[in-house]
């Protein structure tokens, strides 16, 4: 039985740092990991990604709703699903979660045409074993100093402020408590404390799990 394990969190929470990091860990264990995120994690994706990231079409909140739908679809059939056949553990940098906050919550699309599509779809099915969650306070964003080392620029990225960011860690934790029936276990990382140990309690949750996976 393979893990799939998808990290969650406000742009420039570290989601693709702690990836990469908790990747060499488990690798070193010699647990064979996959390494994806969203969108963009396949062929189709990365195109995907250009046109929602990149562009300067005028795109409507729902139009980008049916690109990222699009993207999660190939993701999950082209990749995840055989990932989990074949690697022992798989780590997403964003999942379904994030539409429901950035499309949902913040460009005010019906919350509830979001999780019919993923339901038509079948989206909503492959749900991750471990939710974690890297909860970025005001002061954590400012202790890290990230306001000021933003270097790419997209249209999804240009409102970093502070203001910004509460609301946008407000619309995960709304989410997580609307999005209950799809998620196994939740564990919310504070970001403000230090990476390494953040890490080590990551992973020793991991471990934990995968050591019992069979029971």
Known sequence: MSLFIVFEGVDHSGKTTFCQRLRMMLKKQNLTVFNTFEPGGSCLGEDVRNILLKSNYDLEPVSELLLFLSD???????????ALKKFDIVLCDRYFYSTFVYQGHAKAVSIQLILQLHEKLGLLKLIPDFLFFLSSTPSSLQKRNILKQETEVDRFHTQDSIKYFVQMHQFYLQTFDNLKKYIKKLEIIDTSQN???NLAKIYTIIMKKWATKDQ
């Open 72 to 82: 999660r679809y190939q993701h999950v059939q082209k990749h995840l699903l055989p």
């Open 195 to 197: 990476l390494d140990d």
